[in-house]
């Protein structure tokens, strides 16, 4: 095309709608009353300027990752865990919810013995008490090293430390852009599942296997949300 009004890289969701949308509008304009075969010929002219555009603008909205518009669009993939003690205790929760090409994860912990603990995403969606040893390593399909802090590290089910208070309570929040909820080797969902553990003591954020961070005293299998 020529004159600037090729389109922009696909790539660019609202700039290429915007622009495709002025370049077809723009050679849009046959009128009533034009029958002559040089009018015909011009509006086959203007429709083929428009055919790049318009196949330029449906390859970069396939390709788009949109925003949520309830009614409109797809919500983003979610998931969810109850986690139990050894006892069978439920003592907390856990939602995953993908945001781009990561996961964000809010947990939630009651009556759990206060102090910081280690929390690991592990590799198979298994928790048999008392010891929730069913549940695995931790989810590491890059084979890299423990520890957040480790320069050949983390595995993708490293997570920062959480404090439970002298309640019994304790919260963490935060994205792990290692993982996520979709298809593919980093997917918590994949055919093994996963499980989120919580330990009794804190992670080093570098000693292998799971930076000393004690014993596994919670577990919840994810689960894909509905």
């Known amino acids: 095309m020529s004159g600037g009004e090729g389109c922009p890289h696909a790539g660019s969701c609202g700039a290429t709608h915007r622009h495709c949308y002025r370049v077809y509008t723009k050679y849009d304009v046959s009128r009533e009353g034009r029958s002559s075969t040089g ?40 998931a969810g865990t109850t986690l139990r003690d050894a006892s069978g205790r439920v003592v907390g929760s856990a939602v995953f919810l993908q945001e781009g090409d990561g996961v964000r994860i809010l947990l939630d912990v009651k009556g759990l013995p206060p102090g910081t603990k280690a929390v690991h995403i592990h590799d198979v969606g298994q928790c048999t008490p008392p010891s ?11 084979k890299a090293q423990h520890g957040l802090e480790n320069r050949k590290g983390p595995h993708a089910g490293d997570l920062p430390n959480m404090t439970v208070n002298d309640t019994g309570q304790g919260h963490l929040e ?15 969902l994949d055919g093994n599942g996963s499980a ?3 330990h009794a003591g804190p992670d080093d ?5 799971a930076g000393n961070s004690g014993a596994r005293i919670a577990c919840g299998v994810i689960v894909r949300g509905g």
Do not use: W
């Open 132 to 142: 929730f040893e069913s549940a695995g390593p931790h989810f590491n399909p890059t």
């Open 39 to 78: 009018d015909t010929v011009k509006r086959a002219a203007r429709r083929l300027r428009q055919a790049p555009c318009i196949i330029a603008l449906a390859l970069g909205l396939a390709s788009c990752s949109l925003p949520y518009i309830p009614g409109v669009t797809l919500p983003p993939p979610s």
């Open 174 to 188: 935060v994205t792990n852009p290692r993982v996520n909820l979709k298809t593919g080797p980093t997917s918590l």
């Open 196 to 198: 989120l553990v919580v």
């Open 205 to 209: 954020m570098r000693s292998e296997p």
